[in-house]
């Protein structure tokens, strides 16, 4: 009830300031089963706007530096979402995203780790391709394009969804290739590794 009160309050507010265009809502599974929001990185802004328009409530994986203030990180947490330590393999917020896959809920995550002006492949890793194989979750692939500023307007794009065969023992290396294909499908550029 509290992330509905949240979503329909600032959502209201986010849509009317940044005139929010929305493409591909037929993308959506319509399904309340497994799935991971996979998005480009422009704002802080980004998860407020993607939350504001998805039918289900999604559990964000924030930075951590988001919950050293007691009252934001408390009220981040209320809203699902959790904190991962970007300089390490954080375990604890793998386990975390692990549990709320198996229990059918929906994960955010972008992978590109923080804010991002230009696309940098190699920078993404083999996070997204192993939580989505190991859970046996769709990749629902979501594109902001436009800047924050108030009236202007924002686009997003929900991407068609894609699978990852459970059935292949992939290398660390090809996970991380499938990964950044799954980047590419964000921006709408054709796959380079075609693994999945």
């Known amino acids: 009830m509290f992330y509905k009160f949240i979503q329909v309050f600032i959502g209201f507010f986010v849509k009317l300031i940044f005139r929010v265009e929305v493409f591909g809502m037929e993308n959506i599974p319509k399904e309340e089963k497994r799935l991971i929001i996979c998005g480009n990185h422009k704002s802080n802004l980004d998860p407020v706007t993607i939350s504001a328009i998805f039918p289900r409530q999604i559990f964000w994986m924030a930075k951590r530096e988001l919950f050293k203030n007691k009252l934001v990180g408390g009220f981040l947490t209320k809203l699902g979402a959790f904190p991962v330590d970007r300089e390490k393999n954080d375990l604890k917020a793998i386990k975390t995203s692990l549990t709320i896959l198996k229990d059918e809920k929906v994960l955010g995550i972008f992978p590109e780790g923080t804010r991002v002006s230009e696309i940098d492949y190699t920078t993404i890793k083999s996070g997204i391709a192993l939580i989505a194989q190991k859970t046996d979750s769709e990749i629902l692939p979501v594109f902001i394009e ?43 550029e054709e796959i380079k590794w075609k693994l999945f």
Do not use: C, H
């Open 146 to 188: 436009g800047e924050y500023k108030a009236f202007r307007k924002i686009k997003v794009y929900f991407r068609k969804p894609v699978k990852i065969n459970k059935e292949i023992k992939y290398s660390n290396e090809e996970l991380e290739n499938i990964s950044q294909d799954i980047m590419r499908m964000v921006y709408g």
